[in-house]
């Protein structure tokens, strides 16, 4: 997969994109990322690319004309770019659905806000998703950008040591994920619940999908609720 990113702070990525999951699947060609300075498309000697708002407000906004400028020289024609997805306190949250599906396509385009956000016109014209990581505010996308990245690389083919792991993990189902343990069996007075000592593949199994169920019944009881509805 490719990813563009386009952001004020290109630096941001530098270590992220190096380390653990991330670093091994641009390694081993499975992820290309290519972060890009939206200065870059600024056209004066400043390198402006924010403005004050029109109608008066607090901070800036930042302009229309550089990404605009920068989608035509990355893939030649407005139309011709990849699947485009702003970072955005108002987009939609980031569930693992639409994880899945992100995960589905050749490349995205990343845009990164800060400031009071992006001109609108860039949201109505360029973005094909908006995206948020939650319901709070952070100072840009930058992070949010790198959420994204990680939770679809980890649904790449190939990058996942055991391909299972996708699978049989929290939201994959719209459950939260049974209780791990490993060594040692017993650690100061806590034992390792004997079902899982105990071989029996099936019991294994029952016990953990009761203890998924138990989990996100008691700690999200909206996931729960769309699970008994088929919703998921």
């Not at 599906?101 to 800060?114: E, F, I, K, M």
């Not at 391909?163 to 034992?191: H, I, N, V």
């Not at 999908?209 to 998921?232: I, K, M, N, V």
Request: net charge negative.
């Amino acid at each position: 997969m490719r990813v563009d990113v386009l952001t004020l702070f290109p630096e941001f990525f530098t270590g992220p994109l190096q380390a653990s999951l991330l670093g091994r699947a641009r390694g081993g060609g499975l992820l290309d990322v290519a972060v890009h300075d939206l200065r870059d498309w600024a056209t004066d000697r400043h390198r402006t690319v924010d403005d004050v708002p029109f109608g008066g407000g607090a901070g800036m906004v930042l302009k229309v004309e550089p990404f605009f400028a920068a989608v035509e020289a990355l893939f030649g024609t407005v139309e011709a770019r990849p699947r485009t997805v702003v970072l955005t306190p108002r987009g939609q949250p980031l569930r693992q659905e639409l994880v899945r599906t992100l995960s589905t396509q050749p490349a995205l385009l990343l845009l990164c806000g800060r400031y009071e956000g992006i001109d609108e016109r860039v949201h109505t014209a360029l973005a094909h998703d908006e995206i948020s990581i939650g319901d709070y505010v952070l100072a840009g996308g930058e992070v949010a950008a790198c959420v994204v990245i990680e939770a679809v690389t980890r649904l790449l083919p190939g990058v996942m040591g055991n391909e299972d792991s996708a699978s049989d993990e929290s939201f994959s189902r719209a459950l939260l994920e049974y209780p791990q343990y490993t060594r040692p069996a017993e650690f100061r007075g806590m034992r390792v619940p004997e079902v899982l000592r105990s071989g029996d593949h099936q019991k294994v199994a029952d016990w953990r999908h009761a203890q998924a169920l138990a989990r996100t019944r008691a700690f999200r009881p909206d996931l729960y609720e769309r699970w008994q509805s088929g919703d998921a």
